[in-house]
């Protein structure tokens, strides 16, 4: 629940209120505003009504979370929240375009990549070290060596990384390496990774799960939100549908449907959405106009030698184009290139 407390609430009555919420086992929430001190109690329902908070003189309303999800809702925050990724910032009225390959293959592979992604102006560079494949004898990356590879291009050009994280494990060796993780689609309710990327304070980006309700989505997030990391960006990649002509089923209602539900930053991925290099420039310029606030794509300095996700990945060529085209659908969104 939401407690909203009375304009000349002081500090010592939100406290007395916060003992009280913890006192029961509930999870406490402090949230000052300019002009009223706003507090939270999350936890079990019973508990919660039965603590008749409504009863201290100093609050003056009390509102429930009617959302499943909770701290990620906008009940909770109606302003849109800002992640910070490296030098940028993912939200706030930036379009952010990360890009890169699939996966990293090696030191020529991931600089000659990266280069490309500077030089057309994108923000940020991503790269798989560790792969999770549907076939076992497929690439399944370069794991640790991969993240150095990645971490060297990312510093000689100057654009934040991001990779994807795939064990709990991994957490203290990744951390340095890279300024942002990836939950991807298959591990998107693996709850023992979201907990330990919660624990950290590492800028995750959280992608659906192929089967994944937006509800399932944003309970996802609010794992790793409820373990404090509230540096989340939602990613909706496609689900999976009767539809074969595509890879997966680009889901944009879900992106529109978000920004109204969650105050966290929504970005798509038109690469695995699609599934075809032809469909990622208009898939992605559908991102802007239904509210996205920036673009994962994969591109590739020789698509046709890559190692995984050849055939969606852009070249030079074509990711020079996305981004000349993506620049008026952007400022017609009233947004800026981060
Ligand atoms: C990826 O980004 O390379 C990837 C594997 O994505 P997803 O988890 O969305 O399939
Ligand atoms: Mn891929």
Redesign the pocket.
Known sequence: MIIVLKPQATEADAKEILNKIESVNLTPLYMPGTERIVLGALGDERVLNGLNIQAHPMVENVKPILSSYKQVSREMQSHDSQVSFGNTVIGGGNFTVIAGP??VENREQIFQSAAIVKKYGAQGL?G?AF??RTSPYSFQGLEEEGLKLLQEASKEYGLPCVT?IVDPNHVDMMEDYVDAF?V????MQNFKLLKAVGQSQKPTIL??G?SATIEELLLAAEYIYAEGNKNVVI?E??IRTYEKATRNTLDLNAVAYIKTKSHLPVIV?P??GTGIRELVAPMAKAAVACGADGV?V?AHYNPQIAL??GQQSLDENDFSKLMSELKPFIEAAGKRIA
């Open positions: 699939c996966a991503r798989g792969k999770p994807e990836q991807g689609a298959r591990n992608k659906r192929m990613c990649r496609g991925d690469s695995h994962i994969e995984s996700d």
